[in-house]
């Protein structure tokens, strides 16, 4: 048995990183547009549209920026 496996044998490979990270940016995007288009609502409609989606987007994105960059992909 090999001692130096990838410890990210079974983690996203790298073509599904990059589609994570696609995702994300036409996400961020598109709630962008609907901001821009209707202006920001009020409300719970803030935390909802802006906030929430923001938050996981931007974790999406980011977390797929920084396992492309450290090569943690098998």
């Known amino acids: 048995m090999s001692d130096n496996k990838n410890p990210y044998r ?8 990059w589609f994570w990270l696609w ?3 036409g996400g961020l995007g598109l709630g ?3 901001v821009f288009a209707r202006g920001i609502p009020g409300g719970p409609a ?3 549209v802006v906030i929430l989606s923001g ?3 931007g974790f999406l ?4 920026i920084k396992r492309l960059i450290r090569r943690e992909h098998p």
Do not use: Q, Y
């Open 32 to 34: 962008a547009v609907a």
């Open 61 to 64: 994105g980011g977390r797929s």
């Open 23 to 25: 995702l994300s940016l």
């Open 10 to 17: 079974f983690g996203p490979t790298r073509g599904e990183l």
């Open 46 to 48: 803030l935390v909802e």
């Open 55 to 57: 938050v996981v987007f």
